[in-house]
Structures are given as C-alpha cells and as structure tokens.
C-alpha cells in the first residue's frame, strides 16, 4: 500500500502535470508544424525543383526500375529515401525555429523585479562614519 501512496504523491506532484501537460501540447503542436511543412513548404520547394513530390525522391539500393513511386520500391528492396529525410530535417529547423522564438518572447515578457533601494544605514555605521570622518580632520 506504501508503493500506491508513494506513487500517487509523484503523479500529482505538479511540475509532473505540467510535463504531462507541456508533451500532450507538444504531441498537437507537432502535428500542426508537419501539416505546415507538408502541405504549404514542401509544395512550394518541390515546384522549384520541377515540380515533382519531393518526399519521393531516392535512390535505389537493391536495382529497382527507375521511376517507381517510393512505396512500391521499397517493396522491391531497400532504398535510400533522402526526400523524406530532408522533408523531416525541414520539420524541425521550423519546429526548433518556433520553439526557440516562443522561449524568446517569454524571456523577453518576464520583466526583471525592480532591484529594492538600499536599506537605509544603521546607527552603528553612522557613528562608524562620523568616527572616520573626525579622524580626517
């Protein structure tokens, strides 16, 4: 019964929800950066490299026909499906792009606290500095 008290304090520790929480938004918030790479980036860099899929480009390791869509050559044997890799490199330089900007603008919001002004002096250190001061003279 120890185990199950033990547990249940971990679970609903909050920085625990918060991770909970802070993967289930990633999970979402991945989702909508591929349909950005997928359906508005990657159309537009396949028209500039002639207007093919560009997440179907390979290269055949196990002598398949050229031209084959990349599904049925990988059946046919393995592939080196580059396409797909650089379509996946692009998803996350946007993604790490917009996760870097978002820390950003948080940092930039998290105002600094204003520094307290100095406390005033003690009566020991005003007569430590009028001691100093008379021996000046």
Do not use: C, H, W
């Amino acid at each position: 019964m120890a185990v199950m008290q033990e547990f249940k304090e971990f679970a609903l520790k909050g920085n625990v929800m918060d991770l909970a929480v802070g993967v289930i938004i990633g999970g979402a918030f991945g989702k909508i950066v591929d349909s950005i790479v997928g359906d508005l980036i990657m159309p537009i860099v396949s028209k500039l490299f002639g207007g093919l899929d560009f997440s179907s480009y390979y290269i055949a390791l196990a002598g398949q026909a050229a031209g084959l869509p990349l599904a049925e050559a990988k059946k046919a044997g393995a592939v080196l499906a580059y396409g797909n890799f650089i379509t996946i490199a692009l998803n996350f330089i946007i993604l790490a792009f917009i996760v870097f900007m978002m820390v950003k603008q948080v940092n930039r919001l998290k105002k600094e606290a204003p520094a307290a002004p100095p406390a005033p002096p003690t009566e020991d250190v005003l007569l430590l500095r009028e001691i100093r001061d008379s021996l000046r003279k």
